[in-house]
């Protein structure tokens, strides 16, 4: 089974920056360079969201609105990471945001609801101060 470990979380002032690594691991993980990955987060009193998500080869990304433009979705298939680089934080975007991938796809595309990711991380805290 593939497991998923975010990192990264903390709490920041608007307007400044956090970096999101998610590191995957696991004895089933052979071929994480053809996952597709995403980024999810969930507020307090809400429903999971979608943030982001990445095809296996890094060219196909997809933000949510509202935070196109400050955020940026990578990865590195070599090291089994997924990063989530978010600029010019506000404090709606505090939230516990969370890891997933998509592990049984052979493709080029991306996806964008919770029901089509297999593997979630337990998530990381992400707390923005007016």
């Known amino acids: 089974q593939v497991q998923l470990v975010e990192s990264g979380g903390g709490l920041v002032q608007a307007g400044g920056s956090l970096r999101l690594s998610c590191a995957a691991s696991?004895?089933?993980?052979?071929?994480?360079?053809?996952?597709?990955m995403g980024w999810f987060r969930q507020a307090p009193g809400k429903e999971r969201e979608f943030v982001s998500t990445?095809?296996?080869?890094?060219?196909?990304?997809h933000y949510t609105d509202s935070v196109k433009g400050r955020f940026t979705i990578s990865r590195d298939n070599g090291k089994n990471m997924v990063y989530l680089q978010m600029n010019s934080l506000k404090p709606e975007d505090t939230a516990v945001y969370y890891c997933?991938?998509?592990?049984?796809?052979?493709?080029?595309?991306?996806?964008?609801?919770?029901?089509?990711?297999?593997?979630w991380g337990q998530g990381t805290q992400v707390t923005v101060s007016s």
């Open positions: 696991g004895r089933t993980l052979r071929t994480f360079s053809s996952n597709v």
């Open positions: 997933a991938a998509r592990t049984s796809y052979i493709g080029s595309l991306y996806f964008t609801e919770e029901h089509q990711y297999n593997v």
């Open positions: 990445i095809n296996w080869s890094g060219l196909n990304t």
